[in-house]
């Protein structure tokens, strides 16, 4: 099965609005954290936002934030106020208690922000 | 936030050869550094993970003769990728967890490997 499952291969937004981007996971681990990651075309992984099991409230940077409801094991990115260099493939990942420190990914969401 | 070089970039080799992949944090220690390998618009899949000092852990299905790693200090690991057949050409990016605190992994530029 699956651990982290992102269900959009890609998304469209218009420049300014908002969009979410959905991730579900699946662990039986107590402790475990979430992170979402960009990719631009360059290759390189930009850390965007972390979402620890036990954090109580849900987590933000910036125009990031994170919707974390732990009972329907989701965490969806929220990027408010899109901007032309949002677009880029995005990764929400999982470290579990158990995997000593190993990141899963799920399988990405293409990003295209529309001027 | 944390750097994380790689070196080189790109590399494009012959089939037969072995080529060298180092990976280094610049402003901070890391005992733990994993290895991923990303083919074209795919996620990212864990090679290995390399702690310092000691052998790198790998994961199933991949070659441990085939994909050598070193983590030597700190700050540095390499990945090199023995006698290169083209079905290795793909895209190499590491990531490395700071020691002492924090569950972020830093990740690298990448390394975009070509086999001829």
């Known amino acids: 099965a699956q651990k982290i499952t992102q269900t959009q291969p890609g998304m469209f937004v218009q420049e300014k609005e908002a969009v979410t981007l959905d991730c579900t996971y699946d662990t039986s681990d107590p402790s475990y954290g979430l992170f979402w990651y960009k990719q631009p075309s360059s290759g390189e992984m930009i850390f965007l936002i972390y979402?620890?099991?036990?954090?109580?409230q849900n987590a933000t940077e910036g125009r990031y934030s994170l919707n974390f409801q732990k009972a329907r094991k989701s965490a969806n990115l929220v990027i408010s106020a899109s901007q032309l260099g949002d677009s880029a493939m995005y990764f929400c990942?999982?470290?579990?208690?158990?995997?000593?420190?190993?990141?899963?990914f799920g399988q990405g969401t293409i990003l295209t922000v529309h001027p | 936030g944390a750097v994380v070089s790689q070196h080189p970039s790109r590399v494009i080799c012959k089939s037969g050869t072995s080529v060298k992949i180092e990976c280094r944090s610049l402003?901070?220690?890391?005992?733990?550094m994993f290895w991923y390998r990303q083919f074209p618009k795919q996620s990212l899949m864990l090679m290995a993970t390399?702690?310092?000092?000691?052998?790198?852990?790998?994961e199933q299905g991949v070659e441990k003769d085939k994909f050598l790693i070193n983590h030597a200090s700190l700050t540095l690991s390499t990945l090199t990728v023995t006698s290169a057949h083209p079905e290795d050409s793909s895209f190499y990016i590491c990531?490395?967890?700071?020691?002492?605190?924090?569950?972020?992994?830093?990740f690298g530029p990448g390394t975009r490997l070509l086999v001829l």
């Open positions: 990942a999982m470290r579990e208690l158990t995997s000593y420190g190993k990141l899963t």
């Open positions: 402003d901070f220690q890391a005992t733990t």
């Open positions: 979402q620890g099991s036990y954090d109580q």
């Open positions: 390399s702690n310092e000092g000691s052998k790198a852990t790998y």
């Open positions: 990531s490395a967890k700071q020691a002492g605190g924090g569950e972020t992994q830093y």
